[in-house]
T-cell receptor, first 116, second 115 residues
Framework: GENVEQHPSTLSVQEGDSAVIKCTYSDSASNYFPWYKQELGKRPQLIIDIRSNVGEKKDQRIAVTLNKTAKHFSLHITETQPEDSAVYFCAASTALGGGSQGNLIFGKGTKLSVKP | SQTIHQWPATLVQPVGSPLSLECTVEGTSNPNLYWYRQAAGRGLQLLFYSVGIGQISSEVPQNLSASRPQDRQFILSSKKLLLSDSGFYLC??????????????FGDGTRLSIL
């Protein structure tokens, strides 16, 4: 089944710097890769996603890149702000599901701290 | 637009008591529905998912169960709670297209504490 590994587990940056979070996946059939942001005590919110027919996707200060050959994808946040502080989760899924039908396989999360 | 509601927001229950958490989705038909649990400071563990009324798939063996009595209603239950059932329970939905490569949208969650 699918396995998603996420690094680093914690990341601290200065306001204005860039932050990069990386995930690797094991199932070459995976074709959908969302990223979620979870603020303390809140629900995870989808911030960006990418499909396997695209190598990069941008939305303002957030971008995701996908390398299908190497089976890894990354979240890039530029010009970080204190409100970017949160836990970020990557996930992977195939059309038929991740490990079994019906699920996204999530990474263990990265706690991002942006210091003013 | 679609919305997802979960209740209650917080719950404190004694060990051995029953549990019922409810989730409803509005603005869409025949969604895929999911229950996740998140322990403090940890990742998301999928508990159950459903692709239709009465269709429940379990991902992890435990003392919890799920039911989908109506198209847009998903219920998480237990007959006897354990201390290890404490956590943040999240319901989610996704569009049903016959495939699972769709974004999942989460409810606000229920924080469950077992005493």
């Amino acid at each position: 089944g699918e396995n998603v590994e996420q690094h680093p587990s914690t990341l601290s940056v200065q306001e204005g710097d860039s932050a990069v979070i990386k995930c690797t996946y094991s199932d070459s059939a995976s074709n959908y890769f969302p990223w979620y942001k979870q603020e303390l005590g809140k629900r995870p919110q989808l911030i960006i996603d990418i499909r396997s027919n695209v190598g990069e996707k941008k939305d303002q200060r957030i971008a995701v890149t996908l390398n299908k050959t190497a089976k890894h994808f990354s979240l890039h946040i530029t010009e970080t702000q204190p409100e970017d502080s949160a836990v970020y989760f990557c996930a992977a899924s195939t059309a038929l599901g991740g490990g079994s039908q019906g699920n996204l396989i999530f990474g263990k999360g990265t706690k991002l701290s942006v210091k003013p | 637009s679609q919305t997802i509601h979960q209740w209650p927001a917080t719950l404190v229950q004694p060990v051995g008591s029953p549990l019922s958490l409810e989730c409803t989705v509005e603005g869409t038909s025949n969604p895929n529905l999911y229950w996740y649990r998140q322990a403090a400071g940890r990742g998301l563990q999928l508990l159950f998912y459903s692709v239709g009324i009465g269709q429940i798939s379990s991902e992890v063996p435990q003392n919890l169960s799920a039911s989908r009595p109506q198209d847009r209603q998903f219920i998480l239950s237990s007959k006897k709670l354990l201390l290890s059932d404490s956590g943040f329970y999240l319901c989610a939905w996704s569009v049903s297209t016959g495939t699972f490569d769709q974004p999942q949208h989460f409810g606000d969650g229920t924080r469950l504490s077992i005493l």
